[in-house]
């Protein structure tokens, strides 16, 4: 079945240190691809979104770009805040598929 | 407006105990979901329904039961409840999932589960 594996955490970065987190996905056909975020105590939000090879998403300073080739979807900010500090989680979406399945989440603490 | 609310927030009980949790969407979403988040953060798919209608059922014990009264309803129900059930239970909602109008999935803030 459909699957994600994304690097394990924690991550501990310095404020304007910049950050990748790898996704890598198993899908049949063409997913769409997200990372969500979680803040502490919070539910999860849609930081961005692919839905086709070659697109990138990017919202907040964050950026990832869906790559078919290396079924991959790697999450980057060039520049990180203390305020980023949270859980991201890569998750797909396959056709035909009422779910989404997620990564395992990475947890980021970013130190001023 | 709060898109996905789901209630109680926190909930403590002992073992043995039947509760329910509550999750109501106003997004007019037509499938709507549960997910488990165990403590190391790690994010399980328990339900999803679309337009009132169970649609997954991923291997969760006959013990929880969902219900949707109706499109923008979905409740759990947990009986004689164990020490491995607590948990974050996640109730979210999306459009058409699997199809080319589904957008994101929303998220409600968690039902924070813990079984003494």
């Known amino acids: 079945g459909d699957s994600v594996t994304q690097m394990e955490g924690p991550v501990t970065l310095s404020e304007e240190a910049f950050l990748t987190i790898n996704c890598t996905y198993t899908a049949t056909g063409y997913p769409s691809l997200f990372w969500y975020v979680q803040y502490p105590g919070e539910g999860l939000q849609l930081l961005l979104k692919a839905t086709k090879a070659d697109d990138k998403g990017s919202n907040k300073g964050f950026e990832a770009t869906y790559r078919k080739e290396t079924t991959s979807f790697h999450l980057e900010k060039g520049s990180v805040q203390v305020s980023d500090s949270a859980v991201y989680f890569c998750a797909l979406s396959g056709s035909n598929d009422y779910k989404l399945s997620f990564g395992a989440g990475t947890t980021v603490t970013v130190r001023a | 407006d709060t898109a996905v609310s789901q209630t109680p927030k926190y909930l403590v009980t002992q073992m043995g105990n039947d509760k329910s949790i509550k999750c109501e969407q106003n997004l007019g979403h037509d499938t709507m979901y549960w997910y488990k988040q165990d403590s190391k953060k790690f994010l399980k798919i328990m339900f999803s329904?679309?337009?009132?209608?169970?649609?997954i059922n991923e291997t969760v014990p006959n013990r929880f039961s969902p219900k949707s009264p109706d499109k923008a309803h979905l409740n759990l129900h947990i009986n004689s409840l164990e020490l491995g059930d607590s948990a974050v239970y996640f109730c979210a909602s999306s459009q058409e999932l699997g199809t080319a109008s589904f957008t994101e999935a929303f998220f409600g803030q968690g039902t924070r589960l813990t079984v003494v």
């Open positions: 329904y679309n337009n009132k209608e169970l649609i």
